[in-house]
T-cell receptor, first 112, second 114 residues
Framework: EAQVTQNPRYLITVTGKKLTVTCSQNMNHEYMSWYRQDPGLGLRQIYYSMNVEVTDKGDVPEGYKVSRKEKRNFPLILESPSPNQTSLYFC???????????FGSGTRLTVV | GESVGLHLPTLSVQEGDNSIINCAYSNSASDYFIWYKQESGKGPQFIIDIRSNMDKRQGQRVTVLLNKTVKHLSLQIAATQPGDSAVYFCAENPRGAGYSTLTFGKGTMLLVSP
């Protein structure tokens, strides 16, 4: 089944403890992206990647890192999480420019 | 956790009615638009897309209309069903051709009563 897989689905962590949310797609898509979703603010792009080793900042990149060492994987790294990063996170992929994203099921992160 | 549906404009319809959800987009250079559906606890799901060289596109029970003059997008759902209840987002590609990054609207909650 063609899909975007994120892990974990739920995560509660403490301020300052580094964490990684994994994302993998099995559709051989070139483009991958991370969004966060907050009530009243909608979906906002954190980072995106146009291909292996090519990444760029989205609208809200502060406090996040990404890497794209392989085409299928695009992990999101929070080096020192803070409570304002409590959110619902979505990974998405797209075959190429001009096509919509396929989204993962989401990761609900709580930073206390 | 707090629902993403809070603070959203809401459209309430009866089962069998036609629904129209509207979206104003911001960038006149955008050339690709998508409607997504998000059910509670799930990721956004692609419904239908349209490119700027078209004014209308139809899918199964859904139609998207694009008015570039006023930068307006609408999603029409025919014979709305309870399973259509969800939050609906429009998205635009604000940088035009060459990038696959999308900017999303805030969303509209559709509530369908049996």
């Amino acid at each position: 089944e063609a899909q975007v897989t994120q892990n974990p689905r739920y995560l509660i962590t403490v301020t300052g403890k580094k964490l990684t949310v994994t994302c993998s797609q099995n559709m051989n898509h070139e483009y991958m992206s991370w969004y966060r979703q907050d009530p009243g603010l909608g979906l906002r792009q954190i980072y995106y990647s146009m291909n292996v080793e090519v990444t760029d900042k989205g609208d809200v990149p502060e406090g996040y890192k990404v890497s794209r060492k392989e085409k299928r994987n695009f992990p999101l790294i929070l080096e020192s999480p803070s409570p304002n990063q409590t959110s619902l996170y979505f990974c998405a992929s797209s075959p190429r420019t001009g096509y919509g994203y396929t989204f993962g099921s989401g990761t609900r992160l709580t930073v206390v | 956790g707090e629902s993403v549906g809070l603070h959203l404009p809401t459209l309430s319809v009866q089962e069998g009615d036609n629904s129209i959800i509207n979206c104003a987009y911001s960038n006149s250079a955008s050339d690709y638009f998508i409607w997504y559906k998000q059910e509670s606890g799930k990721g956004p799901q692609f419904i239908i897309d349209i490119r700027s060289n078209m004014d209308k596109r139809q899918g199964q029970r859904v139609t998207v209309l694009l008015n570039k003059t006023v930068k307006h997008l609408s999603l029409q759902i025919a014979a709305t069903q309870p399973g259509d209840s969800a939050v609906y987002f429009c998205a635009e590609n604000p940088r035009g051709a060459g990038y696959s990054t999308l900017t999303f609207g805030k969303g509209t909650m559709l509530l369908v009563s049996p």
